[in-house]
């Protein structure tokens, strides 16, 4: 156990509404990670963070933004959701960057 | 083609048998790594390896970096040990790219 949480666990939200979900950890690691995973697609990085207020896009980054004001925190938020943003979301954190990996519990996200 | 290929896609055994996983990949890489994802969605680091092989309980990873290729190891497989497992590769100052994962069903 990585002390890594993610809130919400799920949520169901309606088409152009906003998002924001938030990965908690306990550990001051420094590397966080955003990540969706879909059927037929492997998981795929959208943000990362390497610090407070330090934060780059990954291969799915359109349509969502981050913020990393404290290290314990890193909030995903999609702007105007969209039905294709409807997955499953993990948080990630690792003690340096893309060393072994450790993963939150995962947030179903529902958007109709 | 991917970056990282599993295989298989699916595989079902029945308990007590001896479990493979194969993972290719096509760039040279810093290490892979191996994780389990359980039936109800947490996923579990289980090995990051570069060379040779490691061992955890009845879980073996080798990797060969010239052939590009790793391979997870069951022995004594159990229902318990149902799970998809993934890999990934990792090459240094990048990031992970992961496979599509192997649906592994052990059957009593």
């Known amino acids: 156990d990585a002390g890594i949480t993610q809130s919400p666990r799920h949520k169901v939200t309606e088409t152009g509404t906003p998002v924001t979900l938030r990965c908690h950890q306990t550990?001051?690691?420094?590397?966080m990670y955003w990540y969706r995973q879909d059927p037929g697609h492997g998981l795929r990085l959208i943000h990362y963070s390497y610090g407070v207020k330090d934060t780059d896009k990954g291969e799915v980054s359109d349509g969502y933004s981050v913020s990393r004001s404290k290290t314990e925190d890193f909030l995903l938020t999609l702007e105007s959701a969209t039905s294709s943003q409807t997955s499953v979301y993990f948080c990630a954190i690792s003690v340096g960057h893309s060393y072994e990996q450790y993963f939150g519990p995962g947030t179903r996200l529902t958007v109709t | 083609k991917n970056e990282v290929e599993q295989s298989p896609q699916n595989l079902t055994a029945q308990e007590g048998e001896f479990i493979t996983i194969n993972c290719s990949y096509s760039?040279?890489?810093?290490?892979l790594h191996w994780l389990q994802q359980h039936p109800g969605g947490g996923i579990v680091s289980l090995f990051m390896l570069s060379s040779g092989k490691k061992k955890h309980g009845r879980l073996i990873a080798t990797i060969n970096i010239q052939e590009k290729h790793s391979s997870l190891h069951i022995t004594a497989s159990h229902p318990r040990d149902s799970a998809v497992y993934i890999c990934?590769?990792?090459?240094?100052?990048?990031?992970?790219?992961f496979g599509e994962g192997t649906q592994l069903t052990v059957n009593p």
């Open positions: 760039v040279g890489i810093s290490a």
């Open positions: 550990e001051n690691h420094r590397y």
């Open positions: 990934a590769s990792y090459r240094s100052g990048s990031r992970l790219t």
